[in-house]
């Protein structure tokens, strides 16, 4: 099967537009009417990609592009009526990957996701190099001056997400939703943990870590120095 899109429109016509264009080029296609309805399916379903309206009941396009950035890194397409470049600047600086103004060609719309998704999966193979760390996406390892550091699969995801947007602060919510994909009462103090595992393993003075850094009463962001 083929790459699973997301598609949040409130325009139905617009939607199924979208989806014939998409399925006929072997697309899976998940179809939300409201942002919030989006964000639940995004959580349930994992799209490799998010198609996304600006004007829409309850989470519009620009809170939803922030929604989803706290939880993963997939390609967003933002499509508005909304044409300034303000519009634009705004939505891309809110994490989105692309842009496009209503009016719009279907057929450019497949060609900007298929475009993304290449870019995706190259980013997703290629090794991330920061702070004297390696982090090896293909082999899921992480090493340091050649030598294998052993970490378990939330501590990985947890390394990968903070090294994958250096400086970037994540809050413990936002780690404990892009590693493990939900969040309930009394995560906060296992993320915690799991923080000062990582920086047992990583750092030369877990004391005083300088890649795990702690920003105090927001959350944590990876120094690549």
């Known amino acids: 099967m083929g790459a699973k899109i997301l598609i949040a429109e409130d325009d139905a016509d617009i939607r199924g537009v979208l989806r014939l264009y998409l399925e006929s080029e072997g697309f899976q296609v998940i179809e939300a009417e409201n942002g919030d309805r989006a964000l639940d399916l995004a959580r349930e379903k994992a799209p490799d990609m998010a198609i996304l309206d600006v004007m829409m009941p309850g989470l519009d396009g620009y809170a939803l592009t922030r929604a989803?950035?706290?939880?993963?890194?997939?390609?967003?397409?933002?499509?508005?009526?909304?044409?300034?470049?303000?519009?634009?600047?705004?939505?891309?600086?809110?994490?989105?990957?692309?842009?496009?103004?209503?009016?719009?060609?279907p057929v450019e719309i497949v060609a900007r996701v298929k475009a993304q998704l290449r870019r995706a999966q190259r980013d997703a193979a290629a090794a991330l190099t920061a702070g004297g760390l390696t982090l090896d996406p293909a082999a899921l390892e992480v090493t340091r001056d050649g030598h294998v550091i052993p970490l378990t699969p939330m501590e990985y995801k947890i390394l990968a997400t903070l090294m994958r947007a250096p400086g970037r602060i994540f809050t413990k919510l936002q780690l404990y939703e892009s590693a493990a994909g939900s969040y309930f009462e009394g995560d906060d103090n296992t993320m915690m943990v799991h923080i000062s595992k990582l920086r047992e393993k990583i750092e030369e003075d877990p004391r005083n870590p300088r890649r795990i850094v702690t920003v105090r009463g927001l959350g944590y962001k990876f120094e690549a120095r």
């Open 68 to 105: 989803l950035r706290a939880i993963s890194d997939l390609p967003i397409l933002i499509l508005s009526a909304r044409s300034r470049d303000e519009d634009k600047i705004l939505g891309l600086n809110l994490g989105a990957d692309d842009y496009i103004a209503k009016p719009f060609n």
